[in-house]
């Protein structure tokens, strides 16, 4: 398998709702990240996990709050968002090592909060 | 930290031309150069990459150079298709697992 996925697709949400975001990986790899995307706007990293414990927050605002509960699986649950925070949230993986290694992206949650 | 600037922001060519994208960096320190192809709807798409220890590379009608000294490199599409209509992100990275994504290129491949 060489494929990142991503559930659910799309997600519309108010501004009280508690919702999740899952991405899974079935490549080995090690290195997991989200990213969020806004239209016609490069990815912006949000957290890195490496080997299933958080190595990079980029000062990222509490109401994302991300788990790694197995080296597979990579969730990113959402409390409180703002309508600003509507946009594309890509997972991506990669492998772990001495060098900076491809990342390869999943299809993204397109996430609407009203 | 890294800086990465990319142009043109917008690119339209017709089809079986060339088309060139060139970002520039800060960091000396960077190592490590993919070029990413997003469609509209899809995910970025990892299409070519390059270490600084190569100066060019070729993948079929796709290559990328890389110039240290004047800290660029460029992506290169030869004979453009118009399934090449894309977004094009490149980026940069020093180590570890950040990159540096350059604002994009939008490429519009003409019938």
């Known amino acids: 398998d060489t494929e990142v996925t991503q559930t659910p697709k799309h997600l519309v949400m108010g501004m009280t709702n508690k919702k999740s975001l899952k991405c899974e990986q079935h490549?080995?790899?090690?290195?997991m990240y989200w990213y969020k995307q806004k239209a016609k706007k490069p990815p912006e990293l949000m957290f890195v996990?490496?080997?299933?414990?958080?190595?990079i927050n980029e000062s990222v605002p509490s109401r994302f709050s991300p788990e790694c509960p197995n080296s597979s699986l990579l969730n990113l649950h959402l409390h409180a968002l703002q309508p600003e925070d509507s946009a594309l949230y890509l997972c991506a993986s990669s492998q772990v090592g001495g060098r900076v290694l491809e990342q390869f992206f999943g299809p993204g949650t397109r996430l609407t909060v009203l | 930290g890294e800086n990465v600037e990319q142009h043109p922001s917008t690119l339209s060519v017709q089809e079986g031309d060339s088309a060139v994208i060139k970002c520039t960096y800060s960091?000396?320190?960077?190592?490590?150069f993919p070029w990413y192809k997003q469609e509209l709807g899809k995910r970025p798409q990892l299409i070519i990459d390059?270490?600084?220890?190569?100066g060019e590379k070729k993948d079929q009608r796709i290559a990328v150079t890389l110039n240290k000294t004047a800290k660029h490199f460029s992506l290169h599409i030869t004979e453009t298709q118009p399934e090449d209509s894309a977004v094009y992100f490149c980026a940069a990275s020093t180590a570890g697992y950040k990159l540096s994504f350059g604002a994009g290129t939008t490429v519009t491949v003409r019938a």
């Open positions: 490549m080995g790899h090690r290195a």
């Open positions: 390059i270490r600084s220890n190569v």
């Open positions: 996990y490496s080997y299933e414990k958080l190595s």
């Open positions: 960091d000396s320190a960077s190592n490590y």
